[in-house]
C-alpha cells in the first residue's frame, strides 16, 4: 500500500507582504494542549486551495506537510499524534517549533505527486503492518438518539492515511482509503455527526499498535467480503457487517 502524505490542519489569518512572492502568509494552529502556534510562511507552504490573496476575507482553511512520529492512546483524554513540519519542507513556527502534539481529526491525508484525494478499495490483508493513528466514526442522529452502531468507521493509518469501513449498499464490508466526510443534515430524515469515539469503543484501546494479523470473513456464496479481524498486539477486534449495520466487537484471542 503506498504511503499517504499527511497534512497539518491551520488556518490563515493575514496576508503579511507580497515579497518574496508568491507572497507571505500568516498562520496558526492549536495543539492538542491548547497552545497556539503561529507561522509566517509563502502562500505555497500553506495554502494548497490557492485561496489567499491580498485582498482575501481572513482567516481561511491552511495545511502544512507533515510526518508522523508517534502517537499516544487516549485513556485520559482524546489519541493525540506527535508529529514534525520540519519534513518535508523546512516549516518551522516562529518560535522555530516544529513538533507538535495534535489530536487526529487535525490531520489530512492525500496521496500521489498531484495531492490528489484519497481513494480506492483496499484488500483487507494491504492492511498488516499499518500502526493504527486513531478512530473517527460517524454516526446517524435521529430525535436526539445516536445509532447503537456507527455508520462508518475511520482507521487512521501510518502510512497510509483513513481507511473508511463501512457497509455497502449489497450489505458487504467495504474498506477503502476514503478521507473523512464533514457532518451533514439529512432534514426530517436526521444527521449525520463525525467524531472522535470514547474510550469504550472497540477500537480505543489499540491505538499506538500495530496490525499484526488480518482474518477475512466472506460470503460462501458471493466470495463478497463480510467481516474482518484486526489483530493488534493488544488483542483482536472483529469489524463486520450484519443486516446492514457495521458491528465491532474485541474478539477472542
Known sequence: MDPAQAYLKCEIVRWVDDEP????VEARLMDADGRTWTFLEK???VDWDETAGPDSIYPCPGLIRCEVLDCYGGAAGPPSILVTTSRPDGVESVHRQSEFQVTVDQLAWSTGE????????LESETLVGARLLGVISAWHVHDGARSPSPVDVWLVLDPAGPVRVGVAAD???????HGVY????MQEYGRIEVDVPGADFALS??????????EAACDATTGQLMGMTLSFETGPVCLHSHGGDLLLEAAAP
Do not use: K
Open 21 to 24: 512572492q508568491p507572497g507571505i
Open 43 to 45: 502562500t505555497a507552504i
Open 114 to 121: 498531484d495531492g490528489g484525494p484519497l481513494s480506492g478499495r
Open 171 to 177: 450489505w458487504r464490508l467495504s474498506v477503502e482509503r
Open 182 to 185: 464533514e457532518p451533514y443534515d
Open 205 to 214: 484501546g489499540h491505538v499506538g499498535d500495530r496490525i499484526l494479523a488480518v
